[in-house]
Antibody, heavy 119, light 109 residues
């Protein structure tokens, strides 16, 4: 059974870079031709897709975040990562990783990790 | 970008009642690539319905999806206590960007 687990800093200072990693277990990130996504949810609000990386390594980002986002994959560690630069309080959210995106369903999801932007 | 609008924002019903949730798209959703997710407090969303009407693995048959084009519906035939949650629709036929509706909160009356 495929499982995803987010990890990273839970507190980031304004203007700094948010960094998260999603470890994939129960299957290879390189098999099946899947894409791998990051999605976030501000407290009490809805879901916002951040971006995804295809099995080919191609990346696609939400236009509203594109200038600040980088998603990468480390196949040797079976994980993928998110970097969001120049964060502000508006970036405070629960960040989820998920398999899917780009014409593919989001399934399964990680449990999510809360990132707070505060000095 | 396809914008998804869900209604109502909040739905108050009692266990045993029937729930009907709506998701309207700003333009036609390709090949009915419309999914529904359920989210309970403190949990990640869970896939319920894909392809507008197919239930995901392990989803009870009281959940059903219908619709095509721009209008989609999630129906829960007889509400169980564990069904009270927030429901999101999502289109995956036009990407990027992948878009979600704003959610419908199903609460106990």
């Amino acid at each position: 059974q495929l499982q995803l687990q987010e990890s990273g800093s839970g507190l980031v200072k304004p203007s700094q870079t948010l960094s998260l990693t999603c470890a994939v277990s129960g299957g290879s990130i390189s098999s099946g031709g899947y894409s791998w996504s990051w999605i976030r949810q501000p407290p009490g609000k809805g879901l916002e897709w951040i971006g995804y990386i295809y099995h080919s390594g191609s990346t696609y980002y939400n236009p509203s975040l594109k200038s600040r986002v980088t998603i990468s994959v480390d196949r040797s560690k079976n994980q993928f990562s998110l970097k969001l630069s120049s964060v502000t309080a508006a970036d405070t959210a629960v960040y989820y990783c998920a398999r899917g995106g780009g014409f593919m369903l989001f399934d399964p999801w990680g449990q999510g990790t809360l990132v707070t932007v505060s000095s | 970008e396809i914008v998804l609008t869900q209604s109502p924002g909040t739905l108050s019903l009692s266990p045993g009642e029937r729930a009907t949730l709506s998701c309207r798209a700003s333009q036609s959703v390709s090949s009915s690539y419309l999914a529904w997710y359920q989210q309970k407090p403190g949990q990640a969303p869970r896939l319920l319905i894909y392809g507008a009407s197919s239930r995901a693995t392990g989803i009870p048959d009281r959940f059903s999806g219908s619709g095509s084009g721009t209008d989609f519906t999630l129906t829960i035939s007889r509400l169980e206590p564990e069904d009270f949650a927030v429901y999101y629709c999502q289109q995956y036929g036009s990407s990027p960007p992948d878009t979600f509706g704003q959610g419908t909160k199903l609460e106990i009356k």
